[in-house]
């Protein structure tokens, strides 16, 4: 029995997955097992997988179920004290395992240790800093208004905790993991280890598609959790509502210049307003949006990505 289970679905992720598997192998907390969830691949994730050679590598094949599936399929396989996930494309630093287990460590009461998220590109080359909350305890207020982990791939996680709280919800895939945080957080205390350790990827890929499914999924998120929420913090949902679409919107204008993310923004920012209005006082938000969503909408794709990258520059100097 390993003292950490590592869970990593793969669906074709062929381009990243052994520099994913890497990052957990040269953890400096050795103590470990890899599970392998792979979800149907029909690329060459399986052989790349297969072709490292190391003893806590374990591999299961289904046929394709989506993340949340995998994940459970993967906990159930698992037999580490405390649990991991990890999404096929994101890395994580060295220390990153251990840190979070001595935080856990030194706080008995906790349940879930989570890092800061740093943001790369497809290339592996360094994007954008994350949030870099740091907040110990009952996150769980925090945690309604928005995402304050990020991503799926950071927290570690007591297993007796996920197994109380019940595996990852299939009907979600974007929001599944924040819908698992939510659940953990009503329950437990987390604490933070403030420092940068997972490295996020970001994909341009069918970024429109995505973004409105990732839309689609926070809403029954959000509705769901106001549902379950306490009377007394109800008044937050419009708080979270505008969370989510100030994220949306400056999410959509991360990709390519194309006049369809354009009009997203637009609309995006729009329910952004109208959820959280004080957005209108706060200069830096409302001036990079109302910039550069008709750079985009007007003009060519070149110029519009030219005249954003120069206005970055003036502001930086």
Known sequence: MSLISVIIPVFNGENTIKETIKSVLTQTCSDLEIII?????QDSSLNIVSSLKDSRIKVFSYDNAGISTSRNRGFFHSSGEFI?????DDLWTPDKLEAQFKALQANPEAAVAYSWVNYIDESGQFFRVGNHQTLNGNVYEKLLVQNLLENGSNPLIRR??????GGFDPAFSSAADWDMWLRLAARYPFVVVPSPQILYRMSGSSMSSNILK???????LIEKAFNQAPASLKFL???SLGALYNYLTFKVLEGSSKRQNAILAARFFGQLVRNDPSVLRRPKPMLTALFKIPVVLFLPPQQSHALINTAKKVLIN
């Open 37 to 41: 969830i792979n979800d149907g691949s």
């Open 84 to 88: 991991s996930f990890l999404d096929a």
């Open 160 to 165: 007796q905790a996920l197994t109380e709280v």
């Open 214 to 220: 990732m839309e689609a999924e926070c809403l029954q």
């Open 237 to 239: 949902e419009k708080n």
